[in-house]
């Protein structure tokens, strides 16, 4: 499986959003591109870790929908 790619927009409920391959740090007053090499490298890790959380759970769910009715076994 490739790693998952994060999708331009804002980072879950951070101030920061990806925006044409920058990676952007907004307020209301504006927002400025974050350069920091460091920094960068962990928000795209970040992202890419939300990103793969986010398939997982789409697969899951898909899962689910998949699963027979009439199998209740597991229920509590």
Known sequence: MSPATPRPGRLGHSPVVLRDGQWRLVS???SI???DPTFTSMLDGFAQAMAAADQAVADLRARQSE???SDSGGQR
């Open 28 to 30: 209301g007053a504006g």
């Open 67 to 69: 699963s027979p009715a």
């Open 33 to 35: 591109v974050a350069t």
